[in-house]
């Protein structure tokens, strides 16, 4: 019950924020950084030893590709939206029936496996952490579109929402029907998602390559705290 009430606060959360600051890109670009420094910590601190270390192990590595690979099909729906670039393909280029179901097939596979983790894990906050700067953007996407009434964009908005927020915690309880011995497999391909976001956020190129001094600041933030929260957890 807590890891749902904390999946759907943080799309909450996110979307709320996000209606009422934005406007301010760059807010949601740093939130976007220091989640990302977060999610890689957590991808290599905790999902691929888990990966690796099960029965499965080396023959899970194409589970990983094949995480690399869906994020990019699902990027195709959502136009790399979860790493803040509907500004630069124009709003009404992301069809929000489109985006509906690329968040929610993302968010819905990041669930699974969290069917046998424990509460409060760094899985669980992995996902909390990326759910966060992803619902700003779309809070900012969905509720301050130009040139669309509120009443008519407003329903179609709240769905979106609602999709998002309950995606995960609907995987989760898929999960539970699934044997256990898939775990490793859906793992795995969740390693490979947050390997791909995370790195494609981190390593986007700056403007004339300079050292971005904030960006690496944020990143190093991210990977402190999911270090913290690695150290916590293991003992």
Known sequence: MVTVLLLILSVITG???????????????????LSAGFLITICLNEVFPEVYTSSAGSSLGIFVIAGVLLQMILEALTK????????????????????MVGLFIHAFIEGIPLANEHELSPYLLGIVFHNLPISF??????????????????YPSLLIVALFALASPMGMLLGNYFNPNLQPYFLAIVG???????????????????????????????????????LFHHH
Not at 80 to 99: D, K, Q, R, V
Not at 217 to 223: E, F, I, K, T
């Open 137 to 154: 953007i779309l809070g900012a996407f969905l509720f301050n579109r130009k040139g669309e009434s509120k009443s008519s964009s407003s």
């Open 192 to 230: 490979g998602i947050f390997l791909h976001i995370s790195s494609v956020i981190i390593f986007e190129s700056n403007k004339n390559h300079n050292i971005d001094w904030v960006k690496i600041g944020l990143v190093v933030l991210g990977v402190s705290l999911a270090l913290v929260m690695h």
């Open 80 to 99: 790399g939206f979860e790493h803040g670039h509907f500004h630069h393909h124009g709003e009404h280029n992301i069809l929000p029936m489109a985006l």
């Open 15 to 33: 979307v709320f924020l996000g209606k009422h600051f934005g406007k301010k890109e760059k807010l949601a670009k740093n939130l976007l950084v």
